[in-house]
């Protein structure tokens, strides 16, 4: 069992950065694959990044590639999510997630929401243009 928090949301102008973190509860968080998704408001769950148990393995939407990175630090039980170079459409609610396996597949096994069986209670992260 995983219990997953978010944090480090907030209100911040196109350009500016954020960094968002995960923390998560239970022995089992070192050996998750884990990954960020957002919704924004109208819209459906849209993936963001994933990381494998190592966290040697990242995948990132294209949306965000150059500009989001994701990242874990596995003693802390903490998985972050970087975001630079923020524009308004990055405005939605951050959620982490954990898998219950090690990895998920590289070629679009992240992306898939109904791969991880563990979610936080989000963040909103706003961008005003």
């Known amino acids: 069992q995983v219990q997953l928090v978010e944090s480090g949301g907030g209100l911040v102008h196109a350009g500016d950065s954020l960094r968002l973190s995960c923390v998560a509860s239970?022995?089992?968080?070192?050996?998750?694959?884990m990954g960020w998704f957002r919704q924004a408001p109208g819209n459906g769950l849209e993936f963001v990044a994933g990381?494998?148990?190592?966290?040697?393995?990242?995948v990132h939407a294209d949306s965000v590639k150059g500009r989001f990175t994701i990242s874990r630090d596995n003693a802390e039980n903490i998985m972050y999510l970087q975001m630079n170079s923020l524009k308004s459409e990055d405005t939605a609610v951050y959620y982490c997630?954990?898998?219950?396996?090690?990895?998920?597949?590289?070629?679009?096994?992240?992306?898939?929401?109904?791969?991880?069986?563990?979610w936080g209670q989000g963040t909103q992260v706003t961008v005003s243009s």
């Open positions: 997630a954990a898998a219950s396996l090690r990895q998920l597949h590289s070629n679009g096994g992240y992306s898939l929401s109904n791969n991880y069986h563990y």
């Open positions: 239970g022995r089992t968080f070192s050996s998750a694959a």
């Open positions: 990381i494998n148990w190592s966290g040697d393995s990242t």
